[in-house]
T-cell receptor, first 111, second 116 residues
Framework: GQQVMQIPQYQHVQEGEDFTTYCNSSTTLSNIQWYKQRPGGHPVFLIQLVKSGEVKKQKRLTFQFGEAKKNSSLHITATQTTDVGTYFCAGRRNNFNKFYFGSGTKLNVKP | DAGITQSPRHKVTETGTPVTLRCHQTENHRYMYWYRQDPGHGLRLIHYSYGVKDTDKGEVSDGYSVSRSKTEDFLLTLESATSSQTSVYFC???????????????FGQGTRLTVV
């Protein structure tokens, strides 16, 4: 079964609106990574979170790792059409370098 | 983009035939992975390798085998293809840095496989 749950599956927003996707794991994670996949493309690494309660920002993107290291979120402020794509979280447990991907959130931004 | 090449990029095959997908890297990364991507399931790990001749199963390994005889190549074989194996297959590589396992994965362009 899915090791890491991700919601929502789809999100349609008007350009300028905010967007958030959430990931949850039933077990504690060592770290979590976030990837973006443009339509027809391959996943591209965005960021990695390691510490409990960690918050990182990349311009309009804010990433959080929960205190219990079981959940994470990605928030985009004031979406742009260039943000279109599917966002995946990938959680790693204490098992070599094997990551379990969430099912992804597909973001569509209407201009 | 990292030096990862998947071949073929597209393939249509018949049920019951064997199929081999190839992933070739020029980065000398130790870890290599095969994922399949299906709507609603995200990326699911099939097999991975942590060195030459060192491989292990992922979440959805049934019906698949892998081989890694040299650092740069990781082969995924479908022994007898079934329609349920119609999917997009991605290869990925990563390399632990500074003794840490927490490193990003670089993905290939993907192989679209259709089993009819």
């Amino acid at each position: 079964g899915q090791q890491v749950m991700q919601i929502p599956q789809y999100q349609h927003v008007q350009e300028g609106e905010d967007f958030t996707t959430y990931c949850n794991s039933s077990t504690t994670l060592s770290n979590i990574q976030w990837y973006k996949q443009r339509p027809g493309g391959h996943p591209v690494f965005l960021i990695q979170l390691v510490k409990s309660g960690e918050v990182k920002k990349q311009k309009r993107l804010t990433f959080q790792f929960g205190e219990a290291k079981k959940n994470s979120s990605l928030h985009i402020t004031a979406t742009q059409t260039t943000d279109v794509g599917t966002y995946f979280c990938a959680g790693r447990r204490n098992n070599f370098n094997k990551f379990y991907f969430g099912s992804g959130t597909k973001l569509n931004v209407k201009p | 983009d990292a030096g990862i090449t998947q071949s073929p990029r597209h393939k249509v095959t018949e049920t019951g035939t064997p199929v081999t997908l190839r992933c070739h890297q020029t980065e000398n990364h130790r870890y290599m992975y095969w994922y399949r991507q299906d709507p609603g399931h995200g990326l699911r790990l099939i097999h991975y390798s942590y060195g030459v001749k060192d491989t292990d199963k992922g979440e959805v390994s049934d019906g698949y085998s892998v081989s890694r005889s040299k650092t740069e190549d990781f082969l995924l074989t479908l022994e007898s293809a079934t329609s349920s194996q119609t999917s997009v297959y991605f290869c990925a590589i990563s390399e632990p840095a500074g003794g840490h396992m927490n490193t990003e994965a670089f993905f290939g362009q993907g192989t679209r496989l259709t089993v009819v």
